[in-house]
C-alpha cells in the first residue's frame, strides 16, 4: 500500500488551494445579486424569486448525491474527480454568464422571466454541485493529516475570500459602471482560466484508487444518515450557510431601504465582512493550536449570532460596519474550521466501512449546507408577504424594516440555532484540549 502522505505529493497544495478563487467568483455573484438583480432590476415578483429558491433545494438534494455517487465510481486514466471537473466547469461558467445576460424579449414578459430564472438557476446551480462535490472530495483524499489539511484549507479559504471580494464585495460597484451582463462575462473568464489551470494539475493517486472497492449508493447514504456526526455537523452548517446566504443576498436591500445609502456602500460593508474574515482566517488559525478545532468552530459560530443583535437596531453607515466587523470575525473562525471537522467525518467512515466514497460523503454534507435555500425562501417569502415587498417597482409601505428581517433576525435566529446544535458534535481526538 502506497505510504499515507504519497498522495498529497501529487499536487501542489497551493495549486489545489487557488482553485477555491476561481470556483468563487461566479457561484457567489449569482447567489449574492440574484435577487437584487431579478427582484429590484429586472421587476421579477419577490415570492416568485421565493419560489425558485425553495425548488431548487429540492434539485439540489437529489443532485448532490448522485454526483457524488458517480465520482466514487469513475474508473479512468484521470482519476475519479478530473474528468467531471474538466467538463463541468466550463458548462458551469457557460450557464452563469447567461443567467446574467437575459434576452430582452424573455425580460419583457414576466412569466418568461421567471421561467427564465427558475431554468438557469437550476442549470448554473447544478453544475456547481457537480464541481463543487468533486472539488470537496479531492480535499481529504489528497491531504492526509490534520496539520496539513488546516494549513490547505486555510490557504484555500483566503483564496475564497479574495474571490468573494471581487464577486460579492465589488461587484455593486463594478456592476453598477459596466452592468451585470458585462461583469458576468469577466468574472466568468477569469474563473474559466484559474479552475481550468487549476483541476489540470490536481492529479490523483491511481494505484489507489484501482484497489478500492466502488461505493454503492444506498449503503453509502444508509451508513452516513446513521451517523449521528453527519446530522449534527449537517443542521449547523445549514443554519450557518443560510445566515450567510442572507447577509450577502440581503446587505443590498438593507443599504438601500434602510440606511439609504447609495450602492456603493453596499461595496463597503461587504467588503468588510470579508476582509476581517481574511484577518480572521489568520488569527484563528493560530488559535486553533491551543483551543482546538472544535472550540474554535463553536466560537465562531457565537460571534456571528451575537453579531446581528445589535444590527438590528442601526441606522447609520458606522454602527452598520461595526457590526458587519465582528460578523466578518465569526465568519473567519468557522472557514478556519468546517472543511477540517467535514474531513474527519470523513475518515472516521473509512476507518468503520474501508470504503472510499469521499464524493459521496461530501455530497450528502453538502445537501445538508443547500437545504439552507429552504430557510431563505421562507425568510424572503415572509418579507413580501408581512411587509407588502413585490419588487423594485412596488417596495410596499416599509421596505427599510423588510430588510431589517432579511438581514437581522432571520440570520440570528439560524446563527442561534447553529451555535446550540453545535455544542452537541463531540471529536475527542479534536476536542480533548477543551476537557
Known amino acids: 500500500m502506497a ?32 435577487a437584487i438583480y431579478y427582484v429590484d432590476m429586472l421587476g ?22 448522485v454526483y457524488g455517487f458517480l465520482s466514487d465510481r469513475t474508473r479512468t486514466k484521470w482519476g475519479r474527480r478530473r474528468p467531471w471537473l474538466l467538463i463541468g466547469t466550463p458548462l458551469l461558467v457557460l450557464f452563469f454568464i447567461l ?12 412569466g418568461m422571466l421567471f421561467i427564465y430564472m427558475l431554468l438557469m438557476y437550476i442549470l448554473t446551480g447544478t ?29 484555500r479559504q483566503i483564496c475564497q475570500l479574495f474571490a468573494m471580494a471581487i464577486s460579492i464585495a465589488l461587484t455593486p460597484a463594478i456592476a453598477g459602471a459596466i452592468g451585470y451582463r ?30 478500492s472497492e466502488k461505493p454503492g449508493l444506498i449503503s453509502s447514504i444508509a451508513a452516513l444518515l446513521k451517523n449521528p456526526k453527519f446530522w449534527i455537523f449537517g443542521l ?6 443560510a445566515a450567510f446566504s442572507l447577509v450577502s443576498q440581503a446587505v443590498s436591500f438593507f443599504v438601500k431601504y434602510t440606511l439609504k445609502l447609495g450602492g456603493n456602500m453596499t461595496t463597503v460593508m461587504l467588503g468588510v465582512v470579508l476582509v476581517v474574515a481574511v484577518g480572521g482566517i489568520l488569527f484563528w488559525s493560530r488559535i486553533v ?25 442601526v441606522s447609520s453607515l458606522v454602527p452598520a460596519i461595526i457590526c458587519a466587523c465582528f460578523v466578518g470575525f465569526g465568519v473567519g473562525a468557522c ?86 446544535i453545535g455544542l452537541f458534535l463531540k471529536f475527542p481526538e479534536m476536542d480533548k484540549k477543551d476537557e
Open 3 to 34: 505510504p499515507e502522505n504519497s498522495l498529497a505529493k501529487t499536487v501542489r497544495p497551493a495549486r489545489y488551494g487557488f482553485a477555491m478563487f476561481g470556483t468563487s467568483i461566479p457561484i457567489n455573484m449569482f447567489k449574492s445579486f440574484a
Open 44 to 65: 421579477l415578483d419577490m415570492k416568485k424569486y421565493s419560489l425558485v429558491l425553495f425548488i431548487y433545494t429540492f434539485v439540489d438534494a437529489i443532485d448532490n448525491p
Open 99 to 110: 443567467f446574467y445576460n437575459v434576452p430582452a424579449f424573455v425580460q419583457s414578459e414576466k
Open 127 to 155: 453544475l456547481d454541485s457537480l464541481v463543487n462535490a468533486n472539488y470537496g472530495a479531492l480535499f481529504p483524499e489528497l491531504f492526509r493529516s490534520d496539520d496539513q489539511r488546516a494549513k490547505v484549507n486555510g490557504f
Open 182 to 211: 458585462l461583469t458576468s462575462l469577466i468574472y466568468g473568464a477569469i474563473a474559466l482560466a484559474v479552475m481550468m489551470y487549476c483541476f489540470f494539475g490536481c492529479r490523483e493517486n491511481n494505484a489507489v484508487i484501482e484497489e
Open 236 to 241: 449547523a452548517g445549514a443554519f450557518y450557510s
Open 289 to 313: 493550536k491551543k483551543w482546538t478545532v472544535m472550540k474554535v468552530w463553536r466560537t465562531g459560530l457565537l460571534i456571528m449570532a451575537v453579531s446581528f443583535i445589535p444590527l438590528y437596531f
Open 335 to 420: 472557514l478556519t474550521t468546517m472543511d477540517c471537522i467535514g474531513a474527519k467525518i470523513v475518515d472516521d467512515d473509512y476507518a468503520r466501512y474501508g470504503i472510499k466514497r469521499e464524493g459521496i460523503m461530501n455530497s450528502l454534507m453538502g445537501v445538508m449546507n443547500r437545504l439552507n435555500g429552504l430557510y431563505t425562501s421562507m425568510a424572503f417569502y415572509f418579507a413580501s408577504s408581512r411587509f407588502g415587498f413585490i419588487s423594485g417597482d412596488e417596495p410596499g409601505d416599509n421596505p427599510a424594516m423588510a430588510a431589517r428581517i432579511l438581514l437581522c433576525v432571520f440570520p440570528a435566529v439560524a446563527m442561534i440555532l447553529a451555535s446550540v
